[in-house]
């Protein structure tokens, strides 16, 4: 959701859950450059794969965070391969409504103008120009951002300044001082050996470790959990033999000319890629077959994963289903893999262990089954939500749509570049649908445009896809792309003689014609499709939305009796459902009749509702809309500083859409009325400082106290 908040600013830096060891002059260097006004607009740390370049830019950010009002935003971009996404994964990290047809450059550009935030692009060594040419055009763009990226090859960014990571130093022989390395071993091997110190029995070999592994970090972690299985001086005597080149990995093939991935452009960074990719086959060496096998087919995932999912993408053959959480739990132990340590525990690797599942992957010969796996798992999940869309359990998939957006993109890149298009019609209407109404519009019509370039067969599926682009267009504002598939989703809906789509195609219709202006041919439209039983798929959903479309339409026309009839309708059969999307609609209609009405406290009690239920969605244009409602009734109701407040969250929620209240004209002026009325009310200056307040706050902070009766 837009605006988490950790540690008390705004922005989407994850917590720490490991402690930060060392760099203390490179920290506070980094810290420095970040604080400093007048310092570099763009920032690089550059270092081999497994060198700690993230996590000191994540620290580093955390410490700076004062000094960017607008927040701290972290983009990971090592889920994506595709040229032209860097712009796209930008924007859904800062939570970006998508509501023009602007490139999402130019949207991320237009919202960033007059912020101050700090941008971490991680992993660009992906992506390197796409990261350069998108800096170079919001540091233009926007004078107070600031582009801080991490990379094994320098991205070249314009006016950068380079800052090189360097492996953590070592404990000498002949010195009793502790260095960072031997702490950072120390630190990690006590998880898994409670009691570990650095005694005189043990520093000598933890700084030989440690000095064989050139210092990475990476490398230190992945060999101290080895303690769990080996003492330390037979985890010394097999690293030992591993670099020497006497224990050797007995599996087919050479992957040492495919992972050079892991180290930077310079020759200095070879010795050091060879550590880490030494440490990680020898941490590959000790597992079991069958966890080696796991670990090859977890690498498909994008960003990260649950059980479940891994137990259906990687089960198969030798691999039983229930053998998968068993092996998990021990990878994790071995740290190839971390969770987050939550009841619903979600994994994820890092990206060099990745890269080695990967290329392992290969040479087995399973890449291409193992991701059909992957495609058929999202596909499968993507149409039961679907299924389920209008149901009580659409919180549910809602937010398992912007938790696994990285693996519904993956997988659905996948289905679109393979040569089956069966797979790709089918999950583009699925997930498209679910990404429409998550915020993910981009997604949606990148991946329907492709499709829908090339001839489909008839059927469910091609109209569902058609109707998807259509309602895309519609959120978009593109009303000529909405009204020319209205009519390609009408005539497929009567090709399958389903009653419910061809409804919904007159949906789209229907708003194209209410948001051009035509109230009275809306309608017509959106009256005329027979009233039939409420469906729990995506269609069933659109049948909601017809009847609060005309109930707007209607509204429009000061029919406020009809309209508020339709919206009570709606707000009854969806709670019956425990439906949130349309019954907040239907919530925020019923309030607006109500101030209309001058029953103050009704629209304030019922606007609260409508938050309640925005707030496990995503739907920021309504969630925002129901603030500045809120804040008028509050106002009228004689609460003139908590609808300061919510001005004060609304105009940040705003923000997010990419303009001020879609730009209409009517919303503009009711919101300016409103702040004038509460500014007469308690004054220019209690008003700044409640409006302030708001502003403050995050997204689920904002909408938590608008929801709220205190």
Known sequence: MPGKTVGGGLGNLPPENRSFIGREIELARLVRELGDPAGSRTLTLVGVGGVGKTRLALHAAA????????????????????????????????????????????????????????????????????????????????????????????????????LTVDPLPVSDPEDEKQADADTLFAERARSVVPGFELGPATRRQVAAVCRGLDGIPLAIELAAARLSELTLDELHTRLGARASGTDRNPAPGSRTARLDLLTSDTDEGQP???????????????????????????????????????????????LPADRVAGLLDRLAARSIVRHDGTARARYRMLDTVREYGADWLRELGEEQAVRDRHRDHYRRQARQAW????????????????????????????????????????????IGFLWRHCDHLRDAQHCLDRLLAEEQPPGEARTRALWVRGAVAIMQGDLRTAADHAVLCADSAREDEDPVAQAAAEYLRGTQLLLSGHLAEAVDVLAAPPRLPVRDDGFGAVQFQTTLTLAMAHQLRGENDT?????????????????HWSGSVAEYLIAQDDLARGDARAAARNARTAIAKQAPMRNIVAAAATLDLLAAALAAAGEPRRAARLLGIGSRIWELTGGDRLNSPDLIAARRTNELHIRNGIGDEVYARAYAEGRAMSYEEGLAYAASDG
């Open 387 to 430: 299924a389920e869309w209008n149901t009580g359990r659409q919180a549910g998939w809602s937010a398992w749509v912007l938790t696994e957006h990285a693996n519904l993109r993956a997988a659905m890149d996948y289905a679109l570049d393979g040569p089956d298009r069966g797979p790709a019609l089918e999950m583009a209407g699925d």
């Open 63 to 162: 410490r700076a965070r004062a000094a960017y009002p607008d927040g701290v935003w972290l983009v990971e971009l090592s889920a994506l391969h595709t040229a032209g996404l860097v712009p796209l994964a930008v924007m859904e990290a800062l939570r970006l409504a998508d509501q023009t047809t602007d490139s999402a450059t130019a949207a991320v550009a237009a919202w960033a103008r007059d912020k101050r935030l700090l941008l971490i692009l991680d992993s660009c060594e992906f992506l390197p120009d796409d990261c350069a040419a998108l800096a170079a055009d919001l540091t233009a763009a926007a004078p107070g951002l600031r582009v801080l990226t991490t990379s094994r090859a320098r991205p070249a960014l314009p006016g950068e300044r380079l």
């Open 563 to 579: 309209a508020r009839a339709l919206a009570v309708e709606v707000r009854t059969d969806c709670a019956e459902r425990d439906e």
């Open 272 to 318: 050091r890629h060879r550590a880490l990719r030494t440490t990680i086959g020898w941490s590959h060496e000790l597992c079991a077959p069958l966890e080696r096998l796991l670990w090859a087919r977890l690498s498909v995932f994008a960003g990260g994963f649950r059980r479940d999912a891994a137990t259906w993408v990687c089960s198969g053959g030798p």
